[in-house]
């Protein structure tokens, strides 16, 4: 089965934001996406706010379940206290918890599974019991042990951090072997019961080789390359060339 697409709007937001006006919205954003066939939407309210607004979120909620009721809002941030009272104001369908220091630019690592079991365990548990579906950051290093311990939370899927897959887009011989590590991981995960989405520097040309690796890869989360691609091919048809990159016909 192709990968389902969800569209993070952060960049999106991170650009209306560097004025006191509302465009680019990001509803309207959102809204085009669905409309191309996305199946969902992504966002990561940090605690500064410095794209996604919590005041997004209620707007956000409201598109999908009021003309889009087929497509799932996945919500992405560490979980704080106020990370998970959003969260369960918001009732997204997937929550994905990410390691992330409030002052990075960027989710760049996954979670030290052994270090924060405990912890993790109990946030699962707390987002499962409100309906949400959980998955967890995690670096596509072939450790096969960390992901068994990943499904030991009670997450329900992993997401693969395909950073390092992105920074290769010059370096085809180190593209391969970090490919390699990620469809080991995947295979850890699918064999102990977790589904796996992956997410970070995806593009339309480094897509289907990851596809080709790991073809059950359930979901991809794509922000940055996206909205750069949108620049020159608009919104709408930028989904679309990704669709068609994760190997969906239509």
């Known amino acids: 089965m192709p990968a389902k697409l969800s569209v993070n709007l952060n960049a999106i937001a991170m650009l209306r934001n560097r004025r006191d006006l509302p465009w680019p919205d990001v509803a309207r954003f959102g809204r085009l996406a669905l409309e191309a066939g996305a199946s969902g939407l992504t966002v990561h309210p940090r605690p500064d706010q410095r794209h996604i607004r919590f005041s997004d979120l209620p707007v956000l909620r ?36 990410v390691p992330d220091d409030p002052s990075q630019a960027t989710s760049d690592h996954g979670w030290d599974f052994r270090k924060h079991k405990a912890f993790l365990t109990e946030t699962v548990a707390r987002l499962k019991s409100k309906g949400m579906r959980v998955s967890l950051f995690a670096d596509g290093d072939g450790d096969a042990e960390a992901v068994a311990v990943a499904r030991e939370t009670g997450a329900d899927r992993i997401e693969l951090y395909t950073g390092p897959y992105g920074g290769c887009f010059d370096n085809p011989e180190k593209a391969t072997q970090e490919i390699d590590l990620l469809g080991r991981t995947a295979d850890a995960a699918l064999a102990c019961g ?19 690796r790991i073809p059950m890869l359930a979901e991809v989360s794509i922000g940055h390359g996206l909205t750069a691609d949108a620049l020159e091919y608009g919104m709408a048809e930028t989904v679309r060339r990704f669709r068609r990159a994760c190997g969906q016909t239509f």
């Open 62 to 97: 409201a598109l999908i379940d009021d003309d889009f009721p087929r497509a799932e809002f996945n919500i992405e941030g560490y979980p704080t206290e106020d990370f998970l009272v959003l969260c369960e104001k918001t009732e997204p369908e997937q929550v994905t918890l």
């Open 194 to 212: 977790l589904a796996v989405n992956g997410g970070h520097d995806l593009t339309v040309a480094n897509l289907p080789a990851l596809m080709k």
